[in-house]
């Protein structure tokens, strides 16, 4: 059990689940990778333990790259913009993996998704550690999926509430 704040999470998904189904999700990026050098596009800051645990295991030759996203409220008419920072190399041409912590409406993934696309990489691929179908907001094509999980909050292993938390090695919720 851990406290953050005003709140009490529970253990969720434990560190040789995690294990587990990294070595599988490295696997299937090898196969289906193999002859090229795919460039990981890792979405901070959420999804940094994640990325690191998922390229160590990687044995096809590799890259590696960090984005921010920021996401604002412009006007009612035109909802929430998101831009992407710190994406400094072109990706053109490139086999881009866009690694994420979790898609929950899919709509961060969906723009920087589109956004990648505008540069004409070769290909893109999302790479998500969770995935809530139940919130999706938004078609969105993802690769590899680490766990499918109910909607609801999670913490640990790179998630944080209000910048706290991240530094566990299993997945916890949110006590009901
Ligand atoms: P969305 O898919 O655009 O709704 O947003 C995904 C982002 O919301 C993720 O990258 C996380 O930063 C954050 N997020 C969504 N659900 C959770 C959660 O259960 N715990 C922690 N962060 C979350």
């Avoid at 645990?53 to 006007?75: A, G, H, N, W």
């Avoid at 893109?124 to 609801?152: D, M, Q, S, W």
């Amino acid at each position: 059990m851990l406290t953050v704040k005003d709140k009490t999470f529970v253990p969720f998904i434990d560190q040789s689940t995690l294990n587990a189904r990294l070595d599988a999700l490295a696997d299937q990026i090898d196969r289906d990778y193999q002859g090229r050098e795919p460039l990981l596009v890792v979405v901070l800051n959420g999804a940094f333990i994640f990325a690191a645990d998922l390229m160590k295991r990687l044995t096809v030759p590799c890259r590696v790259t960090f984005i921010r996203v920021r996401s604002y409220e412009q006007t009612a008419s035109t909802g929430t913009v998101r831009e992407i920072l710190g994406l400094y190399e072109s990706v053109a041409d490139q086999d881009v993996i866009l690694v994420e912590d979790i898609v929950d409406t899919g709509l961060t993934i969906q723009e920087v998704r589109s956004q990648l696309e505008a540069q004409q990489p070769a290909s893109v691929a999302i790479a998500t550690l969770l995935h809530k179908p139940t919130a999706l907001k938004t078609e969105v094509e993802l690769a590899y999926v680490g766990f499918e999980i109910e909607n609801r909050f999670v913490l640990g292993y790179g998630l944080d509430y209000d910048g706290l938390g991240r530094n566990t090695r299993e997945i916890l919720v949110l006590q009901e």
